[in-house]
């Protein structure tokens, strides 16, 4: 088997995570002289595919590839240098391998080398962003973008859309989201395929603009079941913010049926890494009269407490309400509940802080505070 197949074959082995096999392909390649092999066995031990992590020999082999005027070994030996990747960081030599990637029309270092010159040669740097842009270079259209971006909307606006053009996810949400939020420019129609666009390609922070829009019918017309379906996505990928919200729509049945055990499954999930927010919307279940499974005054206080504890302020302001009106609480505690609106406005709260004042007008002269609060 002649070398340029050898070579294929290791290429399929790394692409199917067969990492091991593909390395030991690949020195075996590269030690009879094989320059492409030569940049893949630098990677195989800069990055610790297939063999043990030794920058110092994935530097090696990359310089020995770009001596042989390996194109691609150019911008990693470019990048080590920048990082400082088995050589000790040098910007000078960064620069110096980039450009003669770039060059030799290497798109990859056309944007590092854009990237490298932004702080201090920014004409330089937008020229090669420009050079790769016009390459289709997807992420050399993104900092052109974000070059223009509160500058030159019209340019912006360009750059995003060849780039979402070419099927980037991130370049459909900046669009879908400029749609949405700017006033000038707000549009519903373009800010709804925008971010359903990029929401087909996978671009997670999509999914809870979409469910709020939906939900709230802000910056899209209002649908409960896209809603639902799309804080469902959000949350299933870790999004704290849909928490909240998917577990409303459970709670009060919107776009779905209405099932207060899962909204309360999914609020108990939530408390366990302490998340105040969610214990804070468990504590308003446990205070809902019209749900009596959940319904519990002491309980409620405990999330509302635990919330405060946590510097949730909204946590903190109900908890003082409990005590000042004994909810959950065996007694009206006005000791407590000043001190829990005392927290609340040290931290910033305009409510507490009113409260406050109510609190010396009405109480203040006929009640002595009895206890001492650290």
């Known amino acids: 088997m002649n070398s ?94 980039y450009k003669t990637g770039a060059k030799a029309g290497q798109t990859k270092a056309m944007v590092a080398l854009g990237k490298v010159l932004l702080n201090t040669d920014i004409k330089q740097a937008t020229y090669w962003f420009l050079e790769a842009a016009k390459l289709n270079d997807v992420k050399a259209m993104l900092k052109l973008a974000k070059l223009n971006e509160n500058k030159d909307n019209e340019e912006m606006l360009n750059w995003l859309l060849k780039a979402a053009r070419l099927g980037n996810g991130y370049a459909n949400y900046k669009l879908g989201k400029y749609y949405y939020f700017n006033d000038s420019a ?47 996505k959000a949350y299933q990928n870790g999004n704290e913010e849909a928490i909240i919200l998917l577990a409303d729509c459970y709670y009060q049945g919107i776009g779905t049926k209405k099932d207060a055990l899962e909204a309360k499954r999914i609020l108990e999930l939530a408390v366990r890494d302490n998340n105040s927010n ?19 005054p002491f309980v409620a ?17 109900k908890n003082a309400q409990c005590y000042e009106n004994k909810f959950g609480t065996n007694k009206v505690d006005l000791d407590e509940a000043y001190y829990w609106y005392e927290k609340a406005s040290l931290a910033g709260n305009l409510e507490a802080t009113e409260k406050l004042k109510d609190f010396k007008k009405t109480i203040f002269g006929h009640y002595k505070l009895k206890k001492k609060r650290k």
């Open 4 to 97: 340029d197949s050898r070579y294929n074959d290791a290429i399929l082995l790394a692409k199917n995570k067969e990492y091991v096999e593909s390395f030991n392909l690949f020195k075996d390649l590269a030690v009879e002289g094989n320059i492409k092999a030569m940049t893949n066995l630098g990677l195989c031990y800069l990055y610790g595919n297939g063999v043990e992590q030794n920058a110092n020999l994935g530097f090696d082999w990359l310089s020995q590839a770009a001596i042989r005027q390996d194109e691609d070994a150019y911008y990693y030996v470019g990048y080590c240098y920048e990082m400082g990747y088995g050589v000790p960081q040098n910007d000078t030599q960064a620069i110096l391998w």
């Open 186 to 232: 707000k549009n519903e129609t373009l800010a709804e395929l925008y971010l359903m666009q990029a929401a087909e390609l996978g671009y997670i922070d999509s999914y809870i603009l979409l469910g709020k829009g939906f939900l709230t019918g802000v910056g899209l017309k209002k649908n409960a079941k896209k809603a639902f379906s799309y804080l469902k």
């Open 278 to 296: 969610a214990m804070v919307k468990l504590a308003d279940y446990c205070s809902d009269l019209n749900e009596n499974s959940f319904y519990d």
């Open 301 to 317: 206080r405990f999330w509302y407490e635990k919330a405060g504890i946590l510097g949730n302020q909204i946590g903190m302001i």
